[in-house]
């Protein structure tokens, strides 16, 4: 028996697990009895605990071919693994979401997305086939247009066993991402930017949230893939210098409450006001900054912290982003600056994303700020919106299931037999 | 070696009992620094994906040898088969289950012959063809289960002594003919041996790490190495303690 947690650290269950080398250990476990597939953990919540049996597929790593830009790999594979391998050939992920430690199979069942969402979709563009073990042990290559497809891609790995998948890159010519930021004082002006900035190829916001003169104080970061013409003359294009990374040993819970929030919020958008304009920024830091600060997740101290994740669709989002954030401000909780992006159209039927804005912060777990994550699901509910379920720790059964794909996706699961085979302390605590 | 285009092209490195964690690990490392891989294992086809893994991220040769350890006598054979590796690299091994092997001593001896017959035969036939050619490096995956036998692991720790004292000394034996021996002795390490087993964090490596300092061992020429190093201090005080507070103990 082990403890597994989710990286907000709130989640946590003792679980019999079991790791999968191969993909007949992966059959056995299915065979043996209810379970869910892990990644690498990085979902927030209980997606990836089940304590009955939870099959770790850090195991299954092998990358099996690549050609051209298109890799076959097992599910464990990590994407900074892929962003290691590749990238000094000259590819890098079509799709990222802000961390690179996260699976192949995890990506793959969270439907995740990146700061490129709104040009290219989310994971499920860049997905050619999934090799998926079902509950009788058999393995199905499913693609672009079967049901079982669209059921996988943001179906939380309660569809079956992400055994492999067959994933197209991008071509890239450096390493670097030439990265413009503007400073905005309110949500309106960077909404505004938003509709006017559509076709940067990266795009995302910082926004204060906290309480004080600072509130609605945005930095919108424009990014592109830069060309070797962009960089100093001597830096060969695709090397980077491997970053030094940090490690967080203690938390320090008290930064997230009212002053604190307030000051750091402030330092932060100061300090990137006044940095407005290109910078070049290497990849690493551009698409991960929390992932040189090893076990950041510690920071929120021991009782972990939740993420709140929602997307609005576009005619309501000025509308429910002043209602959430007025909320926040309210409560005087919350993590520095919240993330906020702009979505394209749907990728597929499962998944988060919608047209229109999407929302993001941690808060810190205790009492206020769990009641406070109720209000914002009514707004979000309210105003039409939806959640993201691999940041989700807490919601309520009747919240989830107020978005009409949770009743089909149990019912389906219910009709085809999945439901018994497949669960996690998520699929249980929501009814999927 | 260089070659005429002025690259430098690594030797191959061979890896014995290639489908375990660590072994998996240690392929990684090397092959990550150029090395064309020779994976051994028994049932030599299900390594298919681990040399796809290599090939694809590393862009190395890798070929595959079907190796049964406990066949001895096969051993000749295999080696003459090979082109003969600059680095040979063992990783056979099995823990047993203790209790098993306490009641019945036929299990107890095939977890010897697993741990200590089967690699001591094959290095000693490696040992011989290096020495013969003048160069090479043998690295032995032992481990610290041989430092001081304990009633949790006494039969798997006792081969593993025996296999110790076996690479110190082949490793004195081959010290004047420029053929390179190096023992390593990882603590827990995250592989499927300890599946199911909690132990304490700060103790416990992952595979990668061991893979690491296999590949540094190697290029540094060090005799003996812990992976992690603090499992030296507390050997040291393992093996300091008296028996007669050490027969009390249960460790």
């Not at chain 1, 999407?358 to 808060?363: E, I, M, Q, S, V």
């Not at chain 2, 891989?37 to 994906?49: G, H, S, T, V």
């Not at chain 2, 060090?222 to 190093?229: A, H």
Request: charged share 20%; proline share 5%.
């Amino acid at each position: 028996m082990s403890v597994l947690r989710g990286w907000g650290r709130f989640s946590c269950a003792e679980c019999h697990v079991v790791t999968a080398r191969s993909e007949e250990d992966a059959r056995e476990a299915v065979l043996a009895a209810p379970l869910i597939a892990r990644g690498n953990g990085r979902s927030y919540g209980d997606s990836a605990i089940n304590p009955g049996l939870t099959l770790d597929m850090t195991g299954m790593d092998r990358m099996l071919s690549f050609d051209d830009g298109v890799l076959v790999a097992e599910a464990g594979v990590l994407l900074g693994d892929v962003i290691q391998t590749f990238l000094p050939r000259g590819w890098f992920p079509m799709v990222t979401p802000g961390t690179k430690y996260v699976s192949l199979g995890g990506a793959i069942a969270a439907d995740v997305h990146g700061k490129n969402h709104h040009v290219d979709g989310s994971f499920r563009a860049c997905v050619d086939w999934i090799d998926l073990i079902g509950p009788d042990g058999a393995v199905q290559r499913v693609g672009p247009g079967d049901d079982l497809f669209d059921w996988t891609l943001g179906g939380m790995g309660l569809t079956g066993v992400i055994l492999r998948a067959q994933i197209r890159l991008r071509r890239v010519e450096t390493a670097w991402i030439m990265q413009e930021t503007r400073a905005f004082t309110s949500l309106d002006e960077t909404l505004r930017a938003f509709e006017e900035c559509h076709d940067a190829p990266y795009s995302v916001a910082w926004i204060d949230c906290s309480d004080g003169p600072h509130h609605g104080h945005a930095l919108l970061l424009l990014g592109r893939h830069a060309v070797p013409a962009d960089l100093p003359s001597r830096r060969a294009p695709l090397e980077t210098r491997h970053k030094r990374k940090l490690t967080v040993p203690f938390g320090v819970p008290f930064l997230f409450r009212g002053l604190w929030l307030r000051a750091l919020n402030g330092i932060f958008w100061r300090r990137g006001a006044k940095r407005a304009g290109h910078t070049l920024v290497d990849w690493d830091s551009y698409f991960y900054p929390l992932d040189g600060l090893q076990h950041w997740n510690r920071l929120y101290g021991r009782r972990g912290f939740v993420q709140f994740q929602c997307a609005l669709p576009p005619d309501r989002a000025a509308k429910g982003l002043k209602a959430l954030m007025d909320a926040i401000a309210a409560a005087q909780t919350g993590s520095v600056l919240s993330v906020l992006k702009r979505f394209g159209p749907q990728s597929g039927p499962m998944s988060f994303p919608m047209p229109g804005y999407t929302l993001a912060l941690d808060f810190p777990v205790n009492d206020r700020s769990l009641a406070l994550m109720d209000d914002l699901d009514a707004i979000t509910l309210a105003h039409g919106g939806r959640f993201y379920l691999a940041k989700d720790a807490r919601m309520r059964a009747e919240t989830a299931q107020a978005d009409p794909r949770a009743l089909s996706f149990a019912e389906m699961r219910a009709r085809t037999g999945l439901a018994g085979h497949f669960t996690s302390l998520q699929s249980e605590r929501l009814g999927l | 070696m260089t070659t005429d285009t002025g690259t430098t092209t690594k030797g191959p490195v061979l890896i014995l009992g290639a489908k375990s964690d660590i072994a998996r690990a240690i392929a990684r490392s090397f092959a990550g620094a150029g090395h064309p891989i020779q994976l051994a294992a028994r049932d030599c086809p299900r390594l298919e994906d681990d040399a796809r893994d290599l090939r694809t991220r590393f862009g190395v040769t890798i070929s595959l040898h079907e190796f049964d350890a406990l066949a001895g006598d096969t051993h000749a054979a295999f080696v003459a088969g090979l082109d003969l590796p600059h680095v040979a690299i063992c990783a056979v091994g099995a823990m047993g289950d203790q209790t098993q092997s306490a009641a019945d001593p036929l299990s107890a001896a095939h977890v010897i012959r697993t741990n200590f017959e089967g690699p001591a035969s094959i290095l000693a036939h490696l040992a011989n063809a290096m020495e013969a050619r003048g160069s090479g490096t043998l690295v032995g995956i032992s481990s610290v289960a041989g430092d001081r036998g304990r009633a949790s692991n006494y039969v798997y720790g006792s081969a593993k002594a025996g296999f110790t004292a076996f690479l110190s000394g082949l490793r004195n034996r081959l010290q004047p003919l420029n053929v390179h021996v190096v023992t390593v002795l990882p603590g827990f390490v995250r592989t499927a041996m300890l599946d199911g087993m909690e132990t304490p964090a700060p103790l416990t490596a992952d595979p990668q790490e061991v893979g690491a300092a296999v590949l540094k061992a190697v290029n540094t020429r060090r005799n003996v190495i812990y992976t992690r190093p603090i499992w030296r201090i507390v050997m040291a005080v393992i093996r300091a303690i008296p028996e007669p507070i050490f027969k009390k103990t249960s460790l």
